[in-house]
């Protein structure tokens, strides 16, 4: 009684009468749920949820949610919160109107109850488990199967012939074969890289026989071939009359499944790839972090190690941990990726010897080499194929048992079916691509080639010696060595002709030599080895040079060079760039004084700092006065403050750490701890200089302070190319500037323009695009149809979280319209007669990050701050939980995405302060970290460490409570403040350890607290496992080897194992909707969120209907699986379907790029795509049916 009234005097009397009346109403699915979120319609609930109890409502815990909602977002959420509806006199949900309130889908609610396809099952969970036995099932028996068969001996002699040949294990002799005719194979395929991409040869393996291939390009070398890959240059499966179940096994099977003939038809068959790789990555895999130190640990170097593995210790500031850190447990339990690391791993014992020296043939070799070795390479791949089978043979009763539903693998199997389509334009876009590149580095190069002519007049009188910026290049001239020439005379000279020819060619090669020794070693270094100058005997060098730079190709300069950068005689705010071996990049601060007496003066302003080298400090100093009107003054006198703690770390170290989010901090840390007995040190720095350092020891020139160029990621981080991507902030505010402002910007541009086809071209240039025009009847298509088709080379467990990688189509950009090439994906082209159908998981793992945390406490959607946010908020009002981050920090809404996301990827407090301190440069070091220390206390809250019960611990709570009269307070019934621990030993003879056990953390007070305890409490549990499907975290980061170790690591294995499951369920629902209903329509990829199918355009409808109805039921699974029997309606669809002829994100977005200027439209003839509420779908799909 006494809480109501203090909770109706602290919100109000409407609030107080909207609690409640709130709290006499079960969690049943009306159309707002007690806390004022929007639910899906009660029709669909019972569809979805059949069965499902109601689930009660704790007064307490209610009255809780709406206090800690309010107190985050105040008046906002209270307006939130009520009705607005009309007549209502804008008060709080009233008993008689909750389940009156309209619903988004009133419009539509008949129509899908009526029409929604039924479930297989009496819940979501059979349902998914009926449907993904029913496509999988017959794929695990032929594994299982396959798995206990004993290993055969490897074929000794191999046929050399064209095609298939299968060696029986009865002792048959060889046969030619069209194609292995069983269900499960092993498969293992060479290429000879330097033919191109051309299947050289494979080898598989049965239940039955062994199997050889070899290509007609490596039996008849007579024949002329070409670089095109054709399907008939692939290996053939076969594709028999009743499509059965088969499978194909392999160590990255994914590479091998390129060379495979019928993956490239249009219609997809039963054949699917099942990868060795992904079960070790997923059984045992190794964190991103996990993999520097292992890799350290191996070479012998667990010193090194240590210190790098501090930065994932729970409590690092405790001096026990930084001297005596030595868990080396996981190392036990992993192993890197490769297959014969793997074997030698999973399979110890084995016979087998893997010699991977011998694979150099294929990556260096020709095809003579292999034609000469056949027997050798073959019995080679033969050995790569037996290990595979071990490896296979070892790992699948561990996988089923770690990962256990059906629908994780079948999702997999799904994952290795990618298929991208495109046409001839392909080859114009890469033309396009190349062309644009090379007139931006001709623009560049000759701007470049201007500037070294210029600088080449520093010869006279030495002036190089005074310049701030080339005083270290090699101004050395040189000298030839006397070579002795011989001429012949040629049959048809005359005395008088030869001796004149010989007079001429000594003259010009008496100039030449007089040339070269002219020009400075820095600018000879730049010529390419062919360069031929038409007038060697002029007199005057310069004009020579003149010469050489009017060729374009004379010269190899370019803006990624260092010698650009000195050129252009860069400087940051007034301070000359001078490039460190030890920290890349920084700039020179003139003013020291301390060291001038450490080196011998050449002249007045000059010291010699090494053999014919001298440092111009006079001139320095004036190019500085006159930039910034003052020189700066030393600090004089001994101080210790973070400042030079920071600064020894930072010279302690050849490349910073940041393996960790939290990796800089700690260090600090430590070393705080270590330089306590040293005591303090003298100061050597400028008065009024804030940047990274001065670093003194490795960079020490007479006169000057070193400072480092600013790193995004961290003081730590070192710059190497002051035009990258995270120095283009400064050079447009005038940071970084160049002699002439205008050149700089306008190489920046060049080059960011260029960035992108420069970065990717070596993964887009050699992508396999196989060609299907001429074999229309194989792959069903008809003769004006012009197809080619790429397939990606997936790996589907790529990393521990269980994503998938591919190096070129999974990590694709959007066109940006600076970025040469950045429209790949509007390459990819649909198939006329077909349409590209997908969407994007609208905030996919903020949502199911949001879900955990209200599965944590009440179980009602939108009880955590976080959830009710995500739930009530919309980006167009500015309210939604990134818009709310930007207007917190003050920064743009894309980059409080970033902030966001890495905080509920477990990231700490100086991850967001490198953030910001990029986000925000001209904000001081001391105001960013205040920033990120209040963005992290209003969110994640703050820690309470709490420890377990044990028996005894629970017995002395009791005895303290009915003795004493102390009430502990108890957490979840069985944890307790470390603080509290005291007096459960002071109630009888009891140790700490007969008491309390593990160690937990709580975080309370912030609006993601929930979040994170739900978050670490699967993390930390002895068998983490994702809360939907089950699966289990890698071996490598299980608690029983980490301890407390890697827990960023785990948090976000937590959040993005969740997501693939969620892709993996849409997957199976998908292919149980296309079987179902008759949908032609195949997967085609998943890019980070997305998911795409190719379907015939008279099924894009019932496509994108099926889509929309997978999601549905995706989402209503995890809210099921989580406990919470009811869905909001802002996450049951899709925002929008697109439909469009090409794989673009947006279907409005025309991917003009400055290689493709004029857009799709114009320059391709590609119109722009369609995109489809539900509503819209609906009605253009026979009014909700997926039958035709």
Known sequence: ??????????????????????????????????????????????????????????????????????????????????????????????????????????????????????????????????????????????????????????????????????????????????????????????????????????????????????????????????????????????????????????????????????????????????????????????????????????????????????????????????????????????????????????????????????????????????????????????????????????????????????????????????????????????????????????????????????????????????????????????????????????????????????????????????????????????????????????????????????????????????????????HWNGYPLYFSDAYGWGYLVPGRTSNLSQFEE????????????????????????????????????????????????????????????????????????????????????????????????????????????????????????????CMIPYIQNGDLQSDDPDNLRLITAFNSMCSYWKNNRDRIVPQMVVSLTCFQDACKITPDDEISVILPRVVCVGTVTRRSVEPTWMTVSNPEPDRIGSELRGLIIAPKGYRFVGADVDSQELWIAALFSDSYGVKIHGSTPISWILLKGDKSKGTDQHSLTAKEMGVSRSQAKILNYGRIYGAGRPFATRLLKTFLPTLSDEDVKKMARKLYRKTKGSAVYLRELTEKGRTAVKLLKKEHNVDIMLYDGEFIKESDIGELLSVGNFEEDDVVSSKFRLWTGGSESDLFNALEKIARSPQPRTPILGCRISRALEPDVVNEDFLTSRINWVVQSSAVDYLHLMLVCMKWLCDTYGIEARFTISIHDEVRYLTKEDDMYRTALALQYTNLLTRAFFSFKTGLKSLPSSVAFFSKIDIDHVLRKEVDVDCTTPSNPFGLTACYNIPFGESYSIEDIIEKAANGFLKH
Not at 123 to 146: Q, S
Not at 643 to 657: C, F, H, N, S, T
Not at 669 to 686: C, H, I, M, V
Request: aromatic content about 12%; hydrophobic content about 35%; some cysteine.
């Open 1 to 570: 009684m006494m809480t109501c009234r203090l909770l109706k005097h602290a919100c109000g009397d409407g609030m107080f009468a909207f609690l409640k009346r709130s709290l006499k109403y079960s969690c049943q699915c009306n159309s707002r749920n007690p806390l004022g979120i929007d639910m899906i319609p009660e029709k669909w609930n019972h569809i979805l949820f059949p069965n499902s109890p109601e689930t009660s409502v704790d007064k307490e815990q209610l009255e809780n949610c709406v206090r800690r909602i309010l107190s985050t977002l105040g008046s906002s959420a209270e307006s939130d919160l009520k009705t607005n509806l009309p007549g209502k006199s804008n008060d709080y949900c009233t008993e008689g109107n909750i389940s009156d309130i309209p619903s988004r889908f009133d419009s539509i609610a008949d129509v899908v109850a009526e029409k929604f396809p039924p479930l297989e099952g009496s819940n979501l969970d059979e349902h998914f488990k009926i449907i993904a036995h029913r496509y999988g099932d017959t794929y695990k028996k032929l594994l299982d199967k396959f798995s206990k068969f004993p290993l055969p001996p490897i074929n000794q002699t191999w046929v050399f012939r064209p095609g298939w040949t299968k060696y029986s294990f009865q002792g048959d002799h060889p046969i030619a074969v069209d194609y292995p005719d069983d269900n499960a194979l092993i498969l293992d395929v060479e290429v000879c890289v330097n033919a191109g991409n051309h299947p050289t040869i494979a080898v598989a393996l049965s239940d039955t026989a062994w199997y050889s291939w070899c290509s007609k390009r490596l039996f008849n070398p007579r024949y002329h071939y070409t670089n095109k890959v054709d399907l008939d240059d692939l290996i053939p499966l076969g594709r028999k009359a009743d499509d059965p179940e088969r499978i194909i096994i392999g160590h990255n099977v994914g590479f091998d499944r390129t060379f495979v003939k019928e993956e490239y038809f249009l219609k997809s068959s039963r054949l699917r790839f099942w990868d060795t790789m992904s079960m070790h990555i997923a059984v045992c895999g190794l964190a991103g972090d996990q993999r520097v130190l292992f890799m350290a640990a191996r070479k012998g170097n667990r010193t090194k190690a240590s210190e790098e593995a501090l930065v994932h210790t729970e409590n690092p500031t405790k001096e026990s941990n930084v001297l005596g850190f030595q868990n080396w447990k996981w190392l036990d339990v992993t192993s890197t990726n490769s297959l014969i690391e793997v074997h030698r791993f999973h399979c110890p014992n084995s016979g087998l010897f893997v010699a991977k020296e011998l694979r150099d043939l294929f990556l260096v070799g020709t095809m003579s080499d292999i034609r000469e070795k056949f027997q050798l390479l073959m019995t080679y791949c033969a050995t790569d194929v037996a290990a595979t089978f071990e490896v296979f043979s070892m790992l699948m009763d561990q996988f089923w048992q770690r990962f256990p539903h059906p629908v994780t693998f079948v999702g997999m199997l799904e994952m290795g079916t990618s298929y991208l389509p495109t046409n001839a334009k392909w080859q114009h876009y890469m033309t396009a691509s190349d062309k644009t590149q090379r007139t931006f580095q001709n623009q560049v190069g000759a701007l470049l080639q201007e500037k070294a002519r210029q600088a080449c007049n520093l010869l006279y009188n030495d002036r190089y010696k005074d310049d701030p910026w080339l005083w270290n290049e090699n101004w050395d001239v040189g000298k030839e060595p006397k070579r002795i020439t011989t001429f012949k005379r040629k049959t048809t000279e005359t005395a008088l002709e030869y001796a004149k020819r010989v007079w001429d060619e000594s003259m010009k090669k008496q100039n030449k030599k007089s040339m070269n020794r002219r020009l400075p070693a820095w600018y000879r270094s730049l010529l390419q080895n062919n360069m031929q100058l038409e007038r060697w005997d002029e007199v005057d060098v310069f004009n020579a040079i003149l010469e050489i730079s009017s060729n374009e190709n004379a010269i190899n300069l370019s803006a990624q060079m260092r010698l650009a950068f000195k050129l252009l005689r860069v």
């Open 602 to 725: 050449e002249q007045p302003g000059r010291y010699i700092v090494e053999e014919n080298v001298v440092f111009p400090y006079k001139s320095v100093e004036a190019f500085v006065m006159l930039r910034r009107g003052k020189i700066d003054q030393p600090v004089y006198g001994a101080v210790m403050d973070g400042r030079e703690v920071e600064l020894r770390a930072m010279q302690w170290l050849d490349k910073g750490i940041h393996i960790d989010s939290t990796a800089q901090e700690y260090f600090f840390q430590r070393n705080q701890l270590k330089s306590k007995p040293e005591g303090t040190f003298a100061a050597d720095r400028p008065e009024n200089v804030n940047g990274i350092g001065p670093l003194n020891e490795r960079v020490n020139l007479p006169g000057v302070w070193f400072y480092k160029l600013p790193h995004k990621d961290s003081p730590m981080s070192s710059v190497f190319n002051p035009l990258g991507k």
